[in-house]
C-alpha cells in the first residue's frame, strides 16, 4: 500500500517568477530545478495574468505590487512567496476598506 504522502511527495510544482530582482531566476533555478516540474520567468512590467505560465502555475514567487491585480484569478495557484516582508500588498484594497469598519 502506498501511502497518501508518498504520492503527494511524487508531484512537483509549476513555479512561475515575476519579479525584477536580478538573477531570481537563475537562483531558484538551481536551488529548486530539482524539486520543481518547471520554472518559469515572466516580464514584472508587462505581466496581466492571461499569460500561460501563470495558468499553470501553483507556486508565484513575486513582489507584491505586481501581482495583487491578478493574483486572486489564477486557477492553479496554492502558494504566494512575497520577495517583501509583510503582505498587506497582497490584499488588493482589503486592508483600505478594513480601516472603515
Same mark, same amino acid.
Given at each position: 500500500?502506498?501511502?497518501? *504522502?508518498?504520492?503527494?511527495?511524487?508531484?512537483?510544482?509549476?513555479?512561475?517568477?515575476? *519579479?525584477?530582482?536580478?538573477?531570481?531566476?537563475?537562483?531558484?533555478?538551481?536551488?529548486?530545478?530539482?524539486?520543481?516540474?518547471?520554472?518559469?520567468?515572466?516580464?514584472?512590467?508587462?505581466?496581466?495574468?492571461?499569460?500561460?505560465?501563470?495558468?499553470?502555475?501553483?507556486?508565484?514567487?513575486?513582489?507584491?505590487?505586481?501581482?495583487?491585480?491578478?493574483?486572486?484569478?489564477?486557477?492553479? +495557484?496554492? +502558494?504566494?512567496?512575497?520577495?517583501?516582508?509583510?503582505?498587506?500588498?497582497?490584499?488588493?484594497?482589503?486592508?483600505?476598506?478594513?480601516?472603515? +469598519?
Amino acid at each position: 500500500m502506498i501511502s497518501k *504522502s508518498v504520492t503527494m511527495a511524487a508531484k512537483r510544482p509549476f513555479i512561475c517568477i515575476v *519579479s525584477e530582482i536580478p538573477r531570481l531566476f537563475e537562483v531558484l533555478g538551481k536551488g529548486c530545478g530539482h524539486t520543481a516540474s518547471k520554472i518559469a520567468f515572466l516580464n514584472p512590467t508587462t505581466a496581466t495574468g492571461s499569460e500561460p505560465e501563470l495558468q499553470q502555475a501553483e507556486i508565484i514567487v513575486s513582489e507584491p505590487h505586481h501581482c495583487r491585480l491578478w493574483l486572486y484569478d489564477l486557477p492553479n +495557484l496554492k +502558494l504566494v512567496l512575497g520577495t517583501w516582508a509583510g503582505v498587506d500588498r497582497f490584499l488588493n484594497g482589503a486592508l483600505i476598506l478594513l480601516s472603515f +469598519l
